[in-house]
């Protein structure tokens, strides 16, 4: 029961890690082993934090989201919100990943160094602009804005009495009802889109031309130059689009705490968590979604079950332990398609031998 | 529609030639003087530090930048104790450094470095908790740093063994290891000291031994490890056969060297190293432990300091220096105005800044830019040489034939001066001459003597000559004469 009535929260925390780790799933897919995707959603953070701003002082004044009547108006204003904050978020974690593929792909610099340097640098960003965008005013808008975010969209059909508005926290819907079941399935619209992106770029890196092109870029880039791809172009845009993607984790991080904001340091944790669940899941967008419920119910169960510190810790630290085991074992039996992309981590040179 | 496409254009050869004509190509560089390297390196840094403040100021316009500018200072040099805790935090950090260099030069990428720090540091204070009070602390002491030594080395072997056999990726390894062991360290302190606030209280057995300042031996410490491993790499086999692994596996194989031996060997040393420094912090500084024991990611910030040096050992004492410099003065600029920056964000943003510039410049030492114009290819340096040339050339040729007569005049002028000059000063030098010769004779003899001789030599001197200057010589003579 004690698990059943986690689920909710462990899915909101999974969709941080699950846009973290498509982005980065993208990235390293490209032979590009982004170590700055702590930072990177730094980046994200500030970019929705400024999207949301700014639909604040917009489009919320002009269009408000209330909760008693849910008519058009209401739905372009909510969906306003979500685009402007993705479309904020995803910005400012391209920047991040234009500055690393730049660094990495035409100035061919280490790609480990330029992937912590980002880290501090992103860190710094982070910290920095929210406390400056929450320093006055801002503070009451992110919370607002927090808020406005766990409206949840999909309610509005789930429910047969219409809305349910809990006052207390913005949350619609079976969320205050005793149903567990029905409480899963209550999310902020983000979490739907985001199982659907990860399904999408899965097809799209097994299934297309462009995905057996970017594969074959991170594999073997010599071979994939000889094929006549431009290697360059693709490690360019796959660093770009999954910075993006773990940009928008930024900003589902600030949904999840429900605007409030601590510092970037959980963020970064989740951000290594990340990386460590890229490699779980083999590289694998589809396994990410079950992977990354996995690694939230680990990361917080220990509050939800009555167990002692101790083993609260040890529940915290399995999933890196869990990682490990898998690391070693698709090493040691890995077959093709588990191993790492055959050239992650080293920059392709054409005239390097 | 290929073939369309084909067809619509008229010369696809003539196109193709195009794109193969790049405007710029790059190519890798062999030969940089180092003068240039560290001029190019220091002026990205310059750019660096420019901007971050450009940040702080902008985002704060109440902060002076130029008294941030000093701060930086102050934060390492301001005291005696700020300089000793600068130079151990430089040592503690270039500890670090040293253990990464041997695995790096390897391209075995320990990312793992918090971790064995904290391996070491987590034995050592348990250690320090368990055996305080029941030996003497001497003994404690050596007990900790050997223990400390070996878990380090753990750490670090257990990634090494699986990269030797199975080639696991290390890089991602050793990242997982740092959390583990932040998770040990976690789990250590709720299971020993569940009661005190989840803290582990500072321990007083077990303590490094305090020569002059408590900082003074960490520092000794890390420069005798500095020597020791700078001999190994550089004279021992050891050292040369993990630069072979390093290069080439295939080249270590035809030698005849044990690639699987030599990595774990050298993991084994990287290890004990961070354990090394792990039990220094634990030791020496903290007497306790936290999962922050590592200082906020030394393991991180070493990578960068010994990578900046470009793996070497020596140069890697001046960038730890001034990667401390930077985090120590960022620190004091953040105190300095506590009302404005409540965290380390500026710190972070300047050290990120710094890192992302200097790997920017990198490229520019490692390749060079040749820019493409009918076929012929020119070093871009080399055109940015030529441009400077050209702008400065006919402003330089200018000044030349300004300058150059007007020089010539000058010299005329001053020669004929100087001339002028030095028949007066060699005239005014030789009465001067005169005069002290006639003024010396009197006290180097006996006043009745000297009497004598004086009117002797003032009247043969005196009566051949006739000059005005003589009158007043005599003049002069006489009023002496007077005077005795």
């Known amino acids: 029961m004690a698990v059943l009535s986690s689920l909710p929260g462990v899915i909101t925390l999974s969709v941080v890690f699950l846009f973290g780790c498509i982005g980065e799933t ?41 909760a008693n009547a849910f008519g058009l108006v209401e739905f372009i204003s909510y969906a306003l919100l979500i685009l402007l904050g993705i479309v904020f978020s995803f910005a400012f974690g391209a920047i991040g990943g234009l500055i690393y593929s730049f660094l990495t792909t035409t100035l061919k610099a280490n790609q480990n160094v330029t992937g912590l340097a980002i880290t501090t640098f992103g860190a710094g960003i982070g910290d920095f602009f929210m406390s400056l965008l929450r320093s006055g005013d801002g503070f009451d808008l992110c919370e607002r804005v927090g808020k406005i975010y766990g409206f949840h969209l999909t309610n509005a059909t789930l429910s047969d009495k219409g809305l349910i508005y809990d006052d207390a926290n913005w949350h619609m819907g079976f969320i205050s009802s005793n149903n567990p079941v029905a409480n899963i399935f209550s999310q902020p619209s983000l979490v739907y889109i985001c199982f659907i992106l990860a399904i999408v770029v899965f097809i799209v890196l097994n299934k297309t031309r462009i995905g057996l092109s970017l594969r074959a870029v991170g594999e073997n880039p010599a071979t994939a130059d000889a094929a006549g791809i431009n290697t360059d172009k693709y490690r360019y845009l796959a660093t770009i689009v999954g910075c993006g993607i773990a940009g928008i984790g930024g900003l589902f991080y600030l949904i999840k705490s429900q605007g409030s904001w601590d510092g970037t340091y959980e963020l970064q944790s989740y951000g290594w968590m990340t990386l460590a669940l890229v490699i779980f899941t083999i590289w694998n967008p589809l396994i990410a979604i079950a992977g990354s419920i996995l690694f939230a119910f680990l990361y917080s169960i220990p509050s939800y079950l009555n167990v002692d510190m101790v083993t609260g810790m040890f529940l915290t630290l399995t999933p890196y332990i869990v990682t490990v085991v898998v690391l070693i074992f698709t090493s040691i039996f890995g077959k093709k398609n588990v191993l790492p992309p055959g050239s992650l981590g080293v920059n392709y040179f054409r005239e390097e031998r | 529609m290929i073939k369309n496409n084909n067809a619509a254009k008229p010369l696809p050869t003539e196109k193709a030639k195009k794109e193969k004509k790049k405007l710029f190509h790059v190519e890798k560089r062999f030969n940089m003087a180092l003068w240039q390297s560290v001029l190019v390196r220091f002026g990205f840094i310059l750019v660096a530090v420019f901007f971050g403040l450009l940040v702080l100021t902008m985002a704060y316009s109440k902060i002076n930048p130029f008294v941030s500018f000093g701060n930086l200072f102050i934060g ?35 990312l793992g470095g918090n971790g064995q720090i904290l391996a070491g540091a987590l034995v050592c204070v348990m250690l320090m908790v368990e055996l305080g009070g029941t030996m003497p602390d001497f003994v404690i002491v050596i007990i900790s740093l050997v223990a400390a030594i070996i878990a380090g080395a753990i750490w670090a072997a257990i990634p090494a063994i699986f990269k030797a056999f199975f080639n696991t990726n290390e890089s991602l390894f050793t990242l997982m290891m740092n959390y583990i062991a932040a998770g040990l360290v976690g789990i250590y302190i709720y299971w020993r000291f569940p009661d005190e606030s989840s803290i582990v209280p500072a321990q007083t057995h077990g303590r490094l031994p305090i020569l002059f300042n408590s900082n003074v031996l960490i520092i000794l410490l890390v420069a005798t490890t500095f020597v020791g491993l700078f001999l ?44 090394f420094v792990g039990f220094l912090i634990a030791s020496g500084i903290d007497f306790s432990i936290t999962k922050e024991t590592t200082h906020r990611g030394m393991g991180f910030t070493a990578i960068m300091a010994v990578w900046l040096a470009k793996f070497n050992p020596i140069i890697s004492i001046g960038t730890a220096m001034f990667i401390t410099f930077i985090t120590k003065g960022m620190s004091q600029v953040q105190m300095s105005n506590s009302r404005y920056i409540t965290d380390d964000s500026a710190t972070n943003i300047v050290m990120g800044l710094i890192f992302l510039f200097v790997i920017a410049s990198e490229f520019l030492v490692e390749y060079k830019i040749m820019y493409n114009k009918n076929g012929k290819e020119t070093d871009i340096f080399e055109i940015i040489g030529n441009f400077f040339k050209k702008v400065f050339g006919p402003v330089g040729r200018f000044l030349k034939k300004v300058f150059v007569p007007v020089g010539r005049f000058f010299k005329k002028v001053f020669t004929a001066v100087g001339r002028f000059f030095k028949k007066v000063f060699v005239a005014v030098v030789r009465f001067f001459k005169k005069l002290f010769r006639i003024k ?14 004086f009117d002797e030599d003032s009247i043969e001197d005196s009566e051949p000559e006739k000059s005005p200057s003589k009158k007043a010589t005599s003049g002069k003579k006489k009023s002496q004469k007077e005077g005795k």
């Not at chain 1, 500030?46 to 949301?52: E, F, H, I, P, Y």
């Not at chain 2, 790096?104 to 990428?109: A, L």
């Not at chain 2, 550089?234 to 290069?247: C, M, N, P, T």
């Not at chain 2, 010396?440 to 001789?453: F, T």
Request: aromatic share 10%; net charge positive.
């Open chain 1, 26 to 66: 993208i990235s390293e897919k490209a032979g590009n082993l982004n170590l700055g995707i702590p930072g990177i959603m730094c980046f994200g953070v500030v970019g929705g934090t400024l999207g949301s701003l700014i639909y604040m002082r917009l489009i919320y004044p002009v269009m408000p989201v209330t």
């Open chain 2, 76 to 110: 390492a040099f301001g005291s005696l104790d700020k300089f000793l805790e600068f130079l151990r935090d430089s040592a503690l950090l270039l500890g670090v450094g040293l253990a990464l260099i041997p695995a790096f030069k390897m391209k075995f990428w320990n």
């Open chain 2, 232 to 275: 190994y790499l550089k004279y021992s086999k050891h050292g040369y056969e993990l630069s072979v692994v390093g290069e080439s596996i295939n080249t270590a194989r035809y030698v005849g060297i044990n690639s699987k031996k030599v990595i774990i060997r050298t993991l084994i040393l990287s290890g004990a190293i961070c354990g």
């Open chain 2, 440 to 453: 010396d004779k009197p006290e180097k003899k006996p006043v009745k003597d000297a009497i004598d001789s």
